[in-house]
C-alpha cells in the first residue's frame, strides 16, 4: 500500500441522484476517503465531463447516446460535479474522463506515474461501468488492484453481487471498506 491512491470515480451528483439505494453508500465511502487521507494514501477523484456539443462522442455508442438523451455529464452542469458528502479537499486531483474507463481520455496515467503509484484502491459509480472499464484498463497496465466492494455501487445489485463476488476477485483483492481501513491502519 505504500504506492497506492484511492480511485473516487463518478460519484457525481446526478449519478448518486440516479443510483443510491439508501444502504448508506455515501457514508461508507466518505470513510474510506477519510482513511486514506489519515494513512497519507493520495485520494483521486475521476469525474466524466464531456464538452458542449459532445464533440468526444460518436453516434455509434450506444451506451452514450442514452447518456447525453439524459442530459448528464455536460462539463459546468450542477449535475456533473461531486457529491457534496465526499468532495474533495485542496491537494486532492480531480481528473476528467471522456469514456467509461478512468484512463480513457484523461490524464491519470500521468498522474499516477508522477507520484509513482503502482498500486490503485476502486470505488465508485457504476460497478458496471467506471470500476470494471478502469478494473481492465489497470491490469493490463500493470498496476496492483484492490476493489471496495460496499464503496462501489451499481443499479443492478445482482450485476454488483456478480462483478465483486466472482469477477473481480480474480484480478484484484475484493474486501470491505471496514478491512480495508483495517488493514491500513495496521501499515
Not at 491537494?91 to 506515474?113: E, I, M, P
Not at 503509484?117 to 484492490?146: E, N, R
Not at 465483486?164 to 484484484?172: C, I, N, R, V, Y
Amino acid at each position: 500500500m505504500a504506492n497506492s491512491a484511492l480511485l473516487v470515480m463518478d460519484v457525481q451528483r446526478d449519478v448518486v441522484d440516479l443510483a443510491d439505494d439508501g444502504s448508506g453508500y455515501l457514508p461508507r465511502l466518505r470513510g474510506a476517503i477519510d482513511g486514506a487521507r489519515a494513512a497519507g494514501i493520495p485520494v483521486i477523484y475521476v469525474v466524466m465531463g464531456l464538452r458542449p456539443g459532445d464533440p468526444e462522442v460518436s453516434p455509434r455508442r450506444k451506451v452514450m447516446a442514452n447518456i447525453l438523451r439524459a442530459g448528464m455529464f455536460t462539463e459546468g452542469a450542477p449535475g456533473t460535479e461531486i457529491h457534496d458528502e465526499v468532495a474533495p479537499q485542496q491537494g486532492d486531483v480531480v481528473v476528467t474522463k471522456r469514456r467509461g474507463s478512468a484512463f480513457s481520455g484523461s490524464d491519470l496515467d500521468l498522474v499516477l506515474r508522477a507520484r509513482d503509484i503502482d498500486s490503485l484502491v476502486l470505488t465508485g459509480i457504476a460497478t458496471s461501468a467506471v470500476v470494471l472499464s478502469t478494473l481492465w484498463h489497470a491490469v493490463d497496465l500493470d498496476f496492483g488492484l484492490t476493489v471496495l466492494a460496499d464503496a462501489c455501487l451499481d443499479t443492478d445489485p445482482e450485476v454488483h453481487r456478480m462483478l465483486t463476488e466472482k469477477l473481480f476477485p480474480q484480478w484484484a483483492d475484493v474486501v470491505t471498506v471496514e478491512d480495508w481501513l483495517k488493514a491500513v491502519a495496521q501499515r
